[in-house]
């Protein structure tokens, strides 16, 4: 089984900027992506970016490339989202999730396990 644990969410105003952190414990040798997923009120939940845990590959969502930047620290267990030039549009609940397959993919049918989420708003 894998954990993960986000943090990091808040109140910002737009323009301004916001990291999240995930916190994988558990079988993490097991997971070979990693994603950051949201889901907005009345919306479906999507996908924000991914990283590769083999060479650190990553892929993002059109909406946020140029804004968001997603890594990792393999000393810590860790995998980061950099949120930059944040937008009201961008309020959503942030998931972290582990991925068993080797592929970059913001397929959220894909993905093995998730954390609770974390809370954004972006305030106009």
């Known amino acids: 089984q894998v954990q993960l644990v986000e943090s990091g969410g808040g109140l910002v105003q737009a323009g301004g900027s916001l990291t999240l952190s995930c916190a994988a414990s558990g079988s993490i040798f097991k997971i070979n992506s990693m994603g950051w997923f949201r889901q907005a009120p009345g919306k479906e939940r999507e996908g924000v970016a991914c990283i590769m845990t083999n060479d650190d590959s990553t892929l993002y969502a059109n909406s946020v490339k140029g804004r968001f930047t997603i890594s990792r620290d393999t000393a810590t267990n860790m995998v980061y989202l950099q949120m930059n030039n944040l937008k009201p549009e961008n309020t959503a609940v942030y998931y972290c999730?582990?991925?068993?397959?080797?592929?970059?993919?913001?397929?959220?049918?894909?993905?093995?396990?998730w954390g609770q989420g974390t809370q954004v708003t972006v305030s106009s």
């Open positions: 999730a582990g991925l068993e397959i080797a592929t970059d993919t913001l397929d959220i049918g894909e993905y093995d396990a």
